[in-house]
DNA sequence: TCTGGGGTCCTAGGACCC
DNA sequence: TCTGGGGTCCTAGGACCC
């Protein structure tokens, strides 16, 4: 059996914890640059207009009317909550699979107690220790465990904890949950199944596999036979190293010109090529995009992206810009707003099988210089020491976060008073 | 006259997740 | 005025190899 475990509202939550002046009351978290409505507690839910992704800007009145407290997002928050979660599920078993910031699968293999009982424990211990409310499902496969964790989340008489131990209870489940309510049926499987005539997970599990295969492709096979109770979707406990590291901000303003562009180009690079090194890997290629505002009607409309591949694989910060600006200026056009750069590292191998080049000299330095840059920003913060070609105006393109909480977990200075 | 068979690697696009 | 960010997996088609 495999237990799903879930933080209600997350973001929210994480925030609550550290203001009890806003327990009970309606609170929201918005994405970068405070656009978007990212998470919403259910006192904010239940008030109809917000939805998750709703643009702030057309629902402001309604926050206002309604006193909903709002915050910009403060990730090195919600990360570290999410450390404190997953750290109190190693107690429950070997094996946690760390899903995403905010859920993880437990094995519940060898639990010889209730299972209902088992579920609650970990729920009142998460609670306890964090002050964070989540759902817990238990069930044979990881699409029935996250099924099951959606009725613990919206059936009120759960009590949070819902479990699938029996051919009747995954039945009852199954005509429960609507094909949207399964983990993997997106908006256009949904829409195709609406086609002919399937609704609810349990139609979707008699429609014959072949059309399931044919339409859906290996995919959706999986997801029938777990409904099903056969198990296809392995348990990885072990986080593989990632294939691709990227990030693309937005900026808070729109940017005509190229030497900003560079600059925040720039700063991403170092960014990704941290988390590069974090993982022990290097980079073959450099993807770099640039985006204008494609929401506006009165904007000229601009995207391209260009790939380049690293003379040598390398995760050094300053060869990786270098290749990138180069990727920039190919695709860079004047003349136009630009709300997003991105970069993207892909082909990425581990450190020590990289292949060296016959053709280009190898320099010997590379290695300790970025081992001290390392080294300089971790003791003393973030950015203590960068590339020039960061530039030295950052407050021009970076982000808008007027509403970020402090980060009573993670800076001295900004520990909670009581 | 008649032109094989078995593969790999890469990319773009589609679909999905949180 | 103002609309997020970071990922994975699968398939088809092109280019290439022996």
Redesign the pocket.
């Known amino acids: 059996m495999i237990a799903m475990v ?1 933080c209600n509202s ?1 973001y929210a939550s994480c925030e609550q914890v550290f203001r009890p002046d806003l327990w009970g009351k309606p609170v929201v978290v918005l ?3 405070d ?2 409505i ?1 998470a919403a507690n259910t006192e904010a839910k239940a008030l109809t207009h917000i939805a ?7 629902i ?1 009145d309604v926050l206002i009317k309604n006193k909903v407290i709002f915050f910009s ?1 403060n990730y090195t928050l919600y990360g570290e909550m999410s450390q404190r979660v997953m750290n109190i599920l190693g107690d429950f078993s070997p094996s946690v699979e760390v ?5 993880a699968f437990v094995d519940v293999l060898g639990v010889t107690e209730n299972l209902d009982a088992y579920g609650t424990k970990i729920k009142e211990r998460i609670f306890k220790y964090t002050g964070l409310p989540v759902g817990v499902g238990i069930a044979p496969t990881k699409v029935l465990a ?1 099924l099951a964790n959606k009725m613990a989340k919206k059936i009120p008489d759960t009590n949070h904890v819902f479990i699938i131990d029996t051919e009747e209870k995954r039945l009852q489940a199954l005509r429960w949950a609507k094909t ?1 309510d ?11 199944l609406e086609k002919i005539n399937v609704f609810s997970a349990y139609q979707f599990t008699q429609v014959p596999l072949q059309w399931v ?1 044919k339409e ?4 959706g096979e ?1 997801l029938w036979r777990e409904l099903r109770g056969e198990s296809c979707i392995e348990f990885a406990t072990m986080p ?12 808070g303003i ?1 940017l005509p010109d190229l030497e900003r562009i560079e600059e925040a180009c720039a700063y ?1 690079i170092s ?2 090529a941290e ?1 590069l090194r974090a993982q022990n890997s290097c980079a073959t ?1 450099v993807q770099v995009f640039v985006m204008t ?1 494609y ?2 009607n ?2 000229k409309q601009y995207s391209n ?1 260009k ?1 380049v ?1 690293m003379p040598i694989p390398t995760n050094d910060t300053f060869a990786l810009i270098k290749e990138a600006r180069k990727a920039l200026h190919l695709i860079y056009k004047p003349g136009y707003r630009y ?2 750069v ?1 970069v ?1 590292l ?2 990425l191998i581990p450190q020590e099988y990289v292949q060296g080049n016959l053709f280009l000299p190898s320099k010997l330095n590379d290695k300790n210089l970025i081992r001290t840059f390392d080294m300089l920003n971790n003791k003393y913060g973030k950015s203590t020491v960068a590339s020039a070609m960061t530039g030295t105006r950052m407050g021009e393109w970076e ?1 808008i976060k007027k509403e970020r909480s402090k980060r009573y977990t993670t800076q001295w200075r900004e520990l909670l008073k009581i």
């Open positions: 879930d997350f994405s970068n640059n656009g978007c990212i998750m992704f709703e643009p702030v800007f057309k402001k997002s899903y995403s910031i905010d859920e996250k949207k399964v983990w993997g049926l997106g908006r256009k499987h949904v829409q195709r295969r859906m492709t290996v995919v999986r593989k190293p990632k294939k691709a590291i990227g990030t693309a901000k937005s900026f729109k991403y960014e990704v988390v290629y505002n929401h506006s009165v904007d992206s790939t591949t709300k997003k991105g993207n892909t082909g982000l």
